[in-house]
């Protein structure tokens, strides 16, 4: 049956629809409908177009498909060169070539359109009578591959150009790029089907665009950015780059946000500037900004040389990788006491610093890209980012380089305090078990000791901390407590009034509880519940100190790793001394030592859900568990207890079916003793 005069109809609105949609979407970035309603115009055409084939046009949106492979791109003349940009590097270079320009034409100042410079393809897309005919890559600049089947897979490519005010011919210049989180989106999926993975954005576009099979292409996320224009022929543009561009975006082409038209030198080095700052967050990579004289018919008086104009260039960011020299390999202690390698380096210059260290991150890292010193090695650095050594040029390697194995360089110690190194089972990172006398993990540590929940000091923040530890006038949290009203005065900032006040604090935490105290010292894996547990099953500190691995176990919520923990953190001499000096300047009441038998919810089995306001679910699990509970994560006739938080579900549900004891957020809190 032939499609009746409604169904052309119907098609052809659903066309000019899905046409207005992407244009909102793509060329001003300002869709009107959601997604899945943008997605039922499409099938609505797919299904009509499955039904009357006759009604397929090659610029249906539906034909981004791709088609069958080709065995090898057609060669194509393009109507204009696609000419290139001559590079400007430092100040002294764009400087001189804005002064060349101005001497050229014989102006004082002249307006420019600044651009980001896309990092990924050429690619000139030609509209006759407002279609797109042909995609083609750059080539030599005057003859290049026919890739229309790709291009037209790109769904920020429109087919058709919008409105009728158009020249016949057109060449709209776009970059075809991909976008951070496609890039990662693309490798996580060839991940998954086994495939090889790219190494970077550029890669995948290059490699996407020139797919002779256009149905791969398709399953690419591509997008673009127009930049200019090539043949133009029966019609006119506008006189200037920055209206041509807004132009294009009109036609319904993407144009880059970024794009602006800025007055004189000092401009352009303002739009490099800001857009330096902002480069980690476009979301997809540039490596530079171009300038273009603004006004069309300058651009024709200073014309090009040698395939590039003399109107443009590009300002380049600096490399953020290069080349150096390894020359030993470092081991350092971070704040959380974890010992990380880091390579030393021949001073080399990465994204505009000098770099002399870049950092290894741990042992598997250095295995994985088998770093060795005297390597030499590629370095980047990436914005804020600390600069790491990406990977080894192997080829250059010395004779007898050996590998490198971190515990094995620092003697199983830490290089700060000299307490032991470890690196546990499962784990990447080698740890210092040094808790509170590591001078690398010192502010830490007592900023942890004067929180709220430990010793609460108040008034002993990060920045005075800072101060007494740079000073030297706190080496362990035991100096806390002989600190002197003279010696507080002296710092910065700090008036007398505060310095009394803090004082008065220490003073006041002196009285505290062994829970409280236990946690404070920072021991691994010693949360508030863990304390709690250990003070009700040893009632003081001194068994806890004295108890083996096996004694620690015997405690409810205690297993083998947080009893190694322990352990380990009183077996250091340094831990122990300052908890023994601790001992002598607070004191805690003491603790009636609770048999289990005694523990309120011994045996009994509870269930969490719902979402607590007072705590995280782990720390109300070690909670209970410290009451002697069992907490499990289904509801059965088993279940004792279920406690509901905010927005319980059908958990809940099912213990009041089952009849099952419910208590809420509050009676939960008078329960543990928190009320
Ligand atoms: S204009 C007029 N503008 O850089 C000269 N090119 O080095 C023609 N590129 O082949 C290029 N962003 O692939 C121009 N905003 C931009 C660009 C840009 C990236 C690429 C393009 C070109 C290469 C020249």
Redesign the pocket.
Known sequence: MSASKQVRSRVEALRQQIAHHNYRYYALDDPEIPDAEFDALMRELESLEAEYPELITPDSPTQRVGGAPSEAFAEVEHGEP????A?AFGEQELTDFDRRVRERLDADEVDYTA????????VSLRYENGELVRGAT?GDGIRGEDVTANVKTIKAVPLKLRGSEYPRVIEV?C?VFMTHSGFERLNAAQRKKDLKTFANPRNAAAGGLRQLDSRITAERPLTV?C??VGQISGGDAPDTQYERLQWLKKLGHRV?PEVKRVHGLKECFKYYEEIGNRRDKLGYD?DGV?F?VDRVDYQDRLGQVSR??R??V?YKFPAQEQTTRLTAIDVQVGRTGILTPVARLEPVRVGGVTVTNATLHNQDEIDRKDVRAGDTVIVRRAGDVIPEVVSVIKEKRRKGAKRFNLLKHVKNKCPVCGSEALREEGEAAVRCTGGLVCAAQRKQAIFHFASRRAMDIEGLGIKIIDQLVDNELVKTVADIYTLDRDTLIGLERMAEKSADNLLENIEKSRDTTLPRFLYALGIRDVGEATAQSLALHFGDLDPIMKADEEALQEVPDIGPIVAAHIRHFFDQPENRQVADRLRKEVRWPKIEKKREEDLPLKDKTVVLTGTLSSMERNQAKERLMALGAKVTGSVSKNTDLVIAGEKAGSKLTKAEKLGVEVIDEDAFLKMIGNG
Do not use: C, H, Q
């Open positions: 696609m000419l290139s940009l590079n651009e980001t410079k896309l990092d990924g393809l050429a750059r210049r970059e950015f930049y200019g880059s540039i171009v273009k590039a104009p109107w443009a590009a």
